[in-house]
């Protein structure tokens, strides 16, 4: 094939067909590569023939090269058996990070550089600038599209090398120049969710991986209030698929999950959004990864998100002599759910993040034994 500078990861969708339309446009010499990350299960749900021929199609419009790569083993190995593994241990993993970090910055990177290209690009909406010597990951200029929350993961080696051309557009623009390109994805809908469940339902789906384990669903002081089919079918702040219904001795008020017993396969839910069983104002996380190479400090203060699109919050943040993390936020927050990231800012500069191991939540510091009792 002809010299490449830039292999475009074209996923079937409309942010990555314009970001290589935008490459292609700047005089830059690309090529598109599908990657596969999840083998067809036979259920009818993976997508993935479909966004394939839709990647096909683009690069055809655009005039550049497509390349295919299967990834399925890969994913398989480093994303997918982490999020079972964390499911299985009452935790709530979120797949994106683990596949931006295994799959889309390691293994497609590599392919890229088989292929010839010094640099790769994909639809992501973030921005990568150099400062003082060094690479920055920055929030994207639509706020409510950036995505840097799922690149955290990502170091200097990488950045050097990858490329974002929506970083400075919003989604309107996307779709305009798609649809001005006649590009074939300029209506397509965005794909939501986990990308190997698609459209089935999450419980059927994980149940095939972990067989349900029925146990009871309780009060935080103790009292039952129905079944569940297994703790870790559900997450913390979960509203769905609860099944509670009207209860004697209880008014209308939704119930919530605010505690999960792994141990004891017991399901702690309370009524109200604002239950003060959701809340906590200190976390600890697993080792922190730095996209500088290293802290910014031994103590700091900034700005975290505990969850994607969830608005920054103010914190303090201690580095332990290990690299983990010791966080306590100006306000209590809700929901905190072990297993996702905790993600750090200054301005828009991404710091890093880490993932979350445990809070000071009512329920979980009784499960712990830290509790005094209060809780119940």
Known sequence: ????????????????????????????????????????????????????????????????????RDFSREYWDGVFMHFVAEYAAGRTPNPDVLCNREIKFRHFLDAARALGASHIATGHYARVVRHDGHWRLMRAADRGKDQSYFLHQLGQPQLACTRFPLGDLDKREVRARAAAAALPTAA?????????????????????????????????????????????????????????????????????????????????????????????????TGP?????????????????????????????????????????????QRAVTPGQSLVLYVGDACLGGAVIA????????????TDAGSAA
């Open 1 to 68: 094939m002809a010299s490449v500078d830039t292999i475009v990861g074209i996923s079937g969708g409309v942010d990555s067909s314009v970001a290589a339309l935008m490459l292609r446009d700047q005089g830059e010499r690309i090529a598109g590569l599908f990657m596969q990350n999840w083998a067809d299960d036979g259920s009818g749900d993976c997508r993935a023939e479909d966004d394939r021929r839709d990647a096909v199609a683009v690069c055809g419009r655009l005039g550049i090269p497509v390349h295919f």
């Open 288 to 332: 922190a990864h730095w996209i500088a190479g290293a802290a910014p400090a031994s103590t700091f203060e900034c700005v975290a998100q505990t969850r994607y699109r969830q608005h920054e919050e103010h914190c303090s943040v201690k580095v332990t002599d290990h690299g983990t993390l010791q966080v306590r936020f100006q306000r209590p």
């Open 358 to 369: 445990t809070t000071d939540a009512a329920i979980e510091r009784r499960l712990q034994g």
């Open 188 to 284: 397509k809908k965005d794909s939501t969710g986990i990308c190997f469940i698609g459209e089935r339902n999450f419980r059927e789906f994980l149940g095939r991986y972990l067989p349900a384990r029925p146990g009871a669903m309780l009060t935080p002081d103790g009292r039952k209030v129905g079944d569940h089919p297994g703790v870790f079918y559900f997450t913390l702040g979960q509203r769905e698929g609860l099944g509670i219904g009207g209860r004697r001795g209880f008014d209308g008020t939704p119930w919530f999950v605010v505690g999960k017993d792994v141990v004891n396969n017991v399901l702690f839910v309370d009524q109200g959004i604002d239950s003060p069983y959701l809340a906590s104002s200190t976390l600890a």
